[in-house]
């Protein structure tokens, strides 16, 4: 297992996937440092997660043998710049940024580092998360085995080609926020009909994790799950149509390729 793990960037992404693997006991809170700019976060960071902060990122990098750069996409190449020389040769680098490639990577480095370029998701703060890793050529098999223990810690990890990696954050990197919207809109619906607000985000939110455990759980065709669900003559089927003429499918469809199409564009590939 890894033994210093370090985070140059400590927001919303950052603080998910620590908590994560604390949490799991995978990694303990002593084995994890981390930088950030502002006093507050640091301050925050320290009383919440009890982990080493400061604003050092050349101390960082020099001190990490797995260090994650969970700053912003536009802050990279400054971040790289500054700790490039201070990056231990067997230190495994894991991007989580859209849209920053290995060739970027390797380029801002000037030399050949072990990179992982990775797409966590925000879930991974409850255990729930869900990642997609693709390592360069120079990631042992065993260091990868070793990061993905750690992010399996705080949910599921998959490996995929890098020519995927740009369509992932429709599928799972971003897509919480598409599915926070459609349970803030079930919930607005509820409302309408009288419930309180606290009362539709439990039946919303449970209805929504009990459909996801179906389907991974019975592997059932989701299709298969719906037809269960609608009654000949019934109510859910009145739903059903009246989504379908309102173009929720192609809704969906249209916002996850606007989603991989800007991450193409970031990769430099439109
Ligand atoms: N949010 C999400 O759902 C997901 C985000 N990502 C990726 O994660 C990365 C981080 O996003 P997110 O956590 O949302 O962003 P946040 O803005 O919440 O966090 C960014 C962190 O970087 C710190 N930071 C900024 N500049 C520096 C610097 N020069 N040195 C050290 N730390 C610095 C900030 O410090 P301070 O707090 O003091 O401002 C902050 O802690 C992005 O690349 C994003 O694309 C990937 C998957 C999902
Ligand atoms: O919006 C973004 O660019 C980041 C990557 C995936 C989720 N948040």
Known sequence: MTKR????GCGQM?????????DAGVVKAEDIAATALSDETIDFVTDEYGIQ?????????????????????????GIILEIRDEVPEETVVVTIAAGITL????????????VIRSMPNTPSLVGAGMSVLCPNDFVTEEELADVMEVFESFGQAEIVEEKLMDAVPAVSGSSPAFVYMFIEAMADAAVQQGFPRDKAYKMVAQAVEGSAKMVRETGRHPGELKDAVCTPGGVTIAGVNK????????????????CTDKSKELSGKK
């Not at 960082?60 to 990279?76: G, H, I, M, N």
């Open 5 to 8: 793990i370090g985070f140059i």
């Open 14 to 22: 950052g603080q998910a996937m620590i908590q994560g693997m604390i």
């Open 53 to 77: 902060i400061a604003n050092d990122n050349k101390r960082l990098a020099r001190e990490s043998d797995l260090l994650f750069l969970a700053v912003k996409p536009y802050v990279y190449q």
């Open 103 to 114: 060739d970027a990577m390797k380029e801002a480095f000037g030399r050949n580092v072990k």
């Open 243 to 258: 989504l379908e003429e309102v173009g929720l499918r192609s809704a969906i469809i249209q916002g996850m390729n606007a």
